[in-house]
């Protein structure tokens, strides 16, 4: 099916520091979302994205977030500062809505450590 | 609180024997449901889905149950293989809504060879 990149699959930080995780969604895809998943737990809607502009968030979405897609390249999420609790599994997904539902397709996962 | 709950949390069958994974669901507004499979270390894929218009949804091995009345839906895996084994989720959407997925806590599926 189609393929959703996630870059890095892995990243090591220290607390206070700046994160980019990027996305590659496919193609022709006008929606784009961010769900953090922590070990051993259910995946959270984060926040969703469709022309430039985020439609929703939830309350996981820090002040310290922000997500970006300049130009139509990656689809980012940036985290500024990081603190302890960001480390989880960051999982990027995208779709293109049609009538009967929205079928999401997600990427690898980038898989964030906060020291 | 948990919109979308899972049962049972683990599962073990054998091969050939049918799964049976469990999901209900609070929001009445949701519509849209899809199972995904996660296997260790990668992300989840989309499985089948149903939306609330329909009780059944098949596609191949696997079938899903859906009852509106009582919000609750059922996944079932045919003729289990060990290659099935691995994470499910069942989550919700509402059209009415900007289509965020609410997850459910997931089904660790073994299929003993």
């Known amino acids: 099916g189609p393929k959703v990149l996630q870059i890095p699959s892995h990243q090591i930080i220290d607390m206070g520091q700046m994160v980019t995780l990027n996305c590659d969604p496919v193609?022709?895809?006008?929606?784009f979302y961010w769900y953090k998943q922590i070990l051993g737990q259910q995946m959270e809607f984060l926040v969703n994205?469709?022309?430039?502009?985020?439609?929703?968030k939830s309350k996981l979405f820090k002040d310290q977030f922000s997500v970006e897609r300049p130009d139509g390249s990656y689809f980012t999420l940036k985290i500024q500062p990081t603190a302890l609790e960001d480390s989880a599994v960051y999982f990027c997904?995208?779709?293109?809505?049609?009538?009967?539902?929205?079928?999401?397709?997600f990427g690898p996962g980038t898989r964030l450590l906060v020291l | 609180q948990q919109q979308v709950r899972q049962s049972p949390q683990s599962l073990t069958v054998w091969e050939g024997e049918t799964a049976i994974l469990n999901c209900s669901y609070e929001n009445s507004a949701f519509d849209y449901f899809p199972w995904y499979q996660q296997f260790p270390g990668e992300g989840p894929a989309l499985l089948i889905s149903i939306l609330s218009v329909s009780d059944k949804k098949e596609d191949g091995r696997f079938t899903i149950f859906f009852n509106k009345r009582e919000k609750k839906l059922s996944l079932h895996i045919a003729d289990s293989q060990p290659g099935d084994s691995a994470t499910y989720f069942c989550?919700?959407?509402?059209?009415?809504?900007?289509?965020?997925?609410?997850f459910g806590s997931g089904t660790q599926l073994t299929v003993m060879p």
């Open positions: 994205f469709y022309n430039g502009k985020v439609m929703e």
């Open positions: 989550a919700a959407s509402a059209s009415s809504g900007s289509w965020q997925l609410i």
């Open positions: 997904a995208s779709s293109s809505p049609e009538q009967g539902g929205d079928t999401q397709y």
């Open positions: 193609s022709n895809h006008l929606y």
